[in-house]
């Protein structure tokens, strides 16, 4: 017997179904809408979330079949973590990658799945759905979003979804 957690013995490719699955901290973060400077390729967060996201749970309403129903959502495998370049700092799966640890709000470590929130790592209730954002008020939330730190936007804002 060890106490050794279990993602400081194994690889990420060892782990069981549940262990990788529990790695999700629940952050919600990776199903923001992104936006990307297709000059510089840089990635910045808006505070648009997909219609799937659940704010109240801070949950997928459809984990089951969400690269169905959203085609651009990831489903994180140990086989295309390396080349999710897009994944927020503060995930579980690009820490370990990377060759990281989990923070000390994480659930595993914490024992509480309210920390991630209470660091104000989460999303929850600080995110609007994108049912009521008009598609075409994008780039006016972009605009917003940079305006105090550049003066070019990106002509083309893209969008993506992921999650494990
Ligand atoms: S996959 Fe990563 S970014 Fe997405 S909710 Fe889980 S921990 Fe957060
Ligand atoms: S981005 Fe994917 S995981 Fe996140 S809420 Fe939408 S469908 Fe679910």
């Not at 957690?5 to 990420?12: A, E, T």
């Not at 049912?131 to 979003?145: A, G, K, L, P, S």
């Amino acid at each position: 017997m060890t106490d050794t957690p279990f993602w400081h013995r194994k690889s990420l490719d060892e782990m069981t179904r549940a262990e990788w699955e529990s790695l999700c901290d629940g952050c919600g973060l990776c199903c923001l809408i992104k936006f990307e400077d297709i000059d510089t390729g840089e990635l910045i967060y808006s505070n648009i979330v997909c219609r799937h996201f659940d704010d109240q749970t801070s949950l997928c309403q459809c984990y089951a079949t969400r690269s169905q129903k959203v085609p651009d959502c990831w489903t994180l495998t140990p086989e295309n973590i390396h080349e999710l370049t897009w994944l927020p700092e503060t995930c579980a799966y690009r820490l370990l990658r990377d060759g990281e640890d989990l923070a000390w709000w994480h659930p595993l470590v914490s024992g509480d799945p309210n920390s991630v929130h209470e660091a104000g790592i989460g999303i929850r209730h600080n995110c609007v759905s994108e049912e009521h954002v008009h598609v075409d008020d994008w780039q006016t939330f972009f605009d917003e979003m940079t305006a105090e730190e550049e003066e070019d936007t990106p002509d083309q804002p893209d969008a993506s979804h992921g999650r494990a």
